[in-house]
């Protein structure tokens, strides 16, 4: 990967938006460029927090397994979006592990090297401390969710979120590409796979929403939304 295209890309996060051309230069010089492929993990659980990641291309899920062995998707981090994060705050082990979910270009800087670099760049502390508290928020709502909803609330409440999030509105639809596998979603919602599908299936033949393996179409937010109320 060229050094100019590394650059570019960086400069595209919205994190670094504003900071001047030496930084830029600084932060380019201390990052790496890497492409993983579908499926390859980016890193595991136990491992030190000891690197920080920004996603350029692709998608990546952040899973966590527990003690039977089941897996739970905690996240899914987009183009554009920072994970590896909560490193700042800890010195100990990663508790979950990061997957690419497509090929993926990302960028990495270690953690030591970053925290030096936003200790020269105060407002991108102020950036960080406030993407850190947006993240530990929205684990709150998760949990909150998985507490308080049944199957089928949570499995709408996340199409709802994804297509807010990852949609393009066209007239009275919103549509989301790509989909997601009933697996995964299953792991999202603390659904079993069967139970997706069957929740998918039946709002789909109500007309809520059509789908398939490259694209979810929601025909009508607003009614969809009528069945969380």
């Given at each position: ?82 994970f590896g ?10 508790t979950d ?98 139970t997706v ?33």
């Amino acid at each position: 990967m060229a050094e100019k295209s590394k650059l570019w890309y960086l400069e595209n996060f919205n994190l670094f938006q504003g900071l001047n051309k030496s930084s830029m230069e600084k932060l380019n010089r201390i990052t790496s460029m890497k492409e993983f492929p579908k499926s390859q993990p980016i890193y595991f659980a136990k491992e030190p927090s000891d690197s920080i990641f920004f996603l350029k291309k692709g998608r990546v899920k952040l899973t966590r397994t527990s003690p039977d062995g089941k897996e739970m998707i905690l996240a899914l981090v987009n183009p554009g979006e920072v994970f590896g994060e909560l490193g700042v705050l800890d010195d100990g082990e990663r508790t979950d592990y990061a997957i690419a979910l497509d090929e993926c270009l990302i960028c990495a800087i270690s953690k030591d090297d970053f925290k030096r670099f936003v200790e020269e760049n105060p407002e991108l502390n102020r950036r960080i401390t406030k993407l850190i508290g947006f993240k530990l928020r929205k684990f709150s709502e998760r949990i909150e969710e998985l507490v308080f909803k049944d199957a089928q609330q949570r499995v709408v409440s996340f199409l709802l979120s994804l297509s807010k999030n990852y949609g393009k509105t066209i007239g009275e639809e919103i549509i989301v590409k790509p989909f997601l596998t009933h697996q995964d979603i299953a792991q999202l919602t603390a659904c079993s796979r069967q139970t997706v599908n069957s929740i998918l299936t039946d709002l789909r033949e109500q007309g809520y929403i059509k789908f398939d393996r490259r694209k979810l179409i929601i025909h009508d937010a607003g009614k969809l939304e009528s069945i969380l109320k």
